[in-house]
């Protein structure tokens, strides 16, 4: 189950602690998929914020940066941020991505760009990103030396971050107060953390496809979540899983 392996690369994790010793702990699980480098940062949207060559200059607000000391300063960490593809990706995808999605390895336009990154290593970065209100964003980045997962890890990996950025972002006044979700809207958001598909909540629950799909978009509306994903993302961190309403 996928929720499950999320929660296993997690489970390390201190909740209640530093979020530097948060994303510490969980790049830590994450290294034997060769992760390497992890930051979590905020900042505020500006106009082009997207564009490299504006996004390379903000001043972010770190939540946590597990970097390379000699990659800060290096030529190679200049030419990067100046070049990163990370911001488009994060205005084209609502989940998680490989900045290859973004800037292909074949790429000539991108050639430098990943020859920089090959310095230390790096062969993709992983990227999730959260928009919050008043033009606010938090991203978080994981460098990987390779993809080569199978797709239960990946997705797997996927869900962990969503779940990791909705801990490690800066808190926002409308997360005050728990959500009020109907059991139906709870039953079907929970069988979608367990990956299961529209069809198979329907059977399981005896409704029509379209019915599960309407409860769960009420259920993302209300935990106010920009997808699936990070709908399931604030079920569990809210502790909503497997609670029924009075």
Request: charged content about 25%.
């Amino acid at each position: 189950m996928s929720l499950v392996k999320a929660f296993d690369l997690l489970a390390n994790c201190s909740w209640d602690g530093s979020l530097q010793a948060f994303g510490e702990a969980y790049l830590d699980a994450l290294r034997p998929f060769g992760a390497k480098s992890l930051w979590s940062r905020s900042f505020q949207l500006t106009r082009n914020w997207h564009d490299p060559e504006v996004s390379g200059r903000y001043k972010t607000d770190d939540h946590a940066r597990i970097r390379q000391a000699d990659w800060l300063g290096s030529a190679a960490q200049r030419y990067a941020d100046r070049h990163c593809p990370l911001a488009m990706g994060a205005t084209k995808f609502q989940r998680p991505f490989f900045a290859s999605e973004i800037a292909p390895h074949e790429s000539r336009a991108y050639a430098d760009y990943w020859a920089a990154m090959a310095e230390f290593g790096v062969r993709d970065t992983f990227a999730a990103s959260h928009f919050g209100p008043r033009r606010t964003a938090t991203a978080l980045s994981i460098w990987f030396t390779g993809t080569d997962f199978s797709p239960a890890e990946l997705q797997a990996i996927r869900l962990s971050t969503v779940i990791a950025i909705d801990h490690l972002r800066a808190p926002e006044p409308e997360d005050e107060g728990t959500p009020s979700l109907t059991p139906r809207e709870r039953d079907c958001l929970a069988f979608v953390a367990e990956g299961k598909s529209d069809w198979e909540i329907s059977v399981i629950l005896a409704v029509s496809q379209s019915t599960v799909k309407f409860h769960v978009d009420n259920a993302r509306r209300k935990l106010g979540a920009v997808n699936r994903a990070h709908a399931v993302a604030r079920f569990v961190t809210a502790g909503l899983i497997g609670v029924r309403p009075d």
